[in-house]
């Protein structure tokens, strides 16, 4: 059994917020891809971007949770955002241990709190002797293309925040921006109109060869085509600016070969 400490952020109102800590117990099955989402994690909040939760279920689905304060009745002395992770149940408890002490004041208190964690260790194995680990995630489509007007979604935005900004450029009411991914590209295209702008936001997987990327693009409306074809134009020539020649090399063959088709 792994456990890890999290965050989740809560809302109190609009402009109220804060950060609860968890301990979370998982499998060693499910522990590497556990351990990547919570590095991964975002939210946005006053202070910034905070690696935390946005919501409860999120952490359940890894495991058996347990809030903080039903271990600890004392507020854990930790910059909220900060991961831990414990590759034993013995590393808990020593680290838990060394908390306990600097928090609680007395034998007792520190006494109850060690033993709220043997319980919730012991209700972890029996929680964890059924567990399956989440479904990896099906691939996501080779070729997404994606509008909207006046500005991006919360989901969307935050996940367009988390890409590399390569190379981005203004002509005539035009602004366009190259982001890399780890497994993918992405060319955002924004128009400034007279009552609303228009945004466009089109995905490249990496690793396509050109049979798999005409097959993708095949599914896709006349319209969007195009939409593929003016962003894959400037992916190469944003990425040749920039001097990444190995990002222009891959898309320019698959541009050729939409090309062909019209």
């Known amino acids: 059994m792994k456990a890890a400490l999290v965050w989740k952020r809560v809302r109190v109102s609009g402009t109220q917020e804060y950060f609860a800590p968890y301990l979370v117990f ?3 099955e499910a522990w590497p891809r556990f ?3 919570a590095l991964s994690a975002r939210v946005d909040a006053r202070a910034g971007r905070v ?3 946005s919501k409860r279920a999120s952490i359940e689905r890894w495991g058996y949770a347990v809030p903080w304060h039903e271990l600890c009745n004392r507020r854990l002395r930790l910059e909220p955002g900060t991961i831990l992770f414990f590759e034993s149940a013995e590393e808990l408890r020593k680290w838990f241990a060394e908390r306990v002490n600097e928090l609680l004041k007395t034998e007792e208190g520190r006494g109850n709190a060690l033993e709220r964690l043997e319980e919730r ?3 972890a194995e029996e929680e964890l002797a059924e567990f399956e680990a989440p479904e990896k995630r099906r691939p996501y489509r080779a070729v997404k293309v994606i509008s909207f007007a006046d500005d991006l979604p919360p989901a969307t935005k935050a996940i367009y925040r988390r890409g590399a900004l390569l190379n981005s450029t203004y ?3 035009t602004s366009v921006s190259l982001k890399e991914y780890g497994s993918s590209l992405l ?3 924004k128009r400034s109109g007279r009552y609303a702008d228009e945004l466009r936001l089109v995905w490249l997987r990496k690793g396509l060869s050109s049979e798999e990327f005409l097959e993708e693009v095949l599914k896709l409306g006349e319209g969007t ?3 593929v074809h003016e962003a894959l134009e400037w992916t190469v020539k944003l990425a040749r600016e920039r001097g990444r020649e ?3 090399s891959y898309v320019a063959p698959l541009l050729a070969a939409l090309e062909l088709l019209s």
Do not use: Q
Request: proline residues 0%; hydrophobic residues 45%; positive net charge.
């Open 121 to 123: 260790l012991k209700r």
């Open 26 to 28: 998982t499998t060693e």
């Open 35 to 37: 351990k990547r989402a």
């Open 187 to 189: 060319l955002m295209v």
């Open 51 to 53: 690696r935390a939760f």
């Open 171 to 173: 002509e005539s009411g």
């Open 246 to 248: 190995d990002i222009a």
């Open 225 to 227: 085509l195009e939409a």
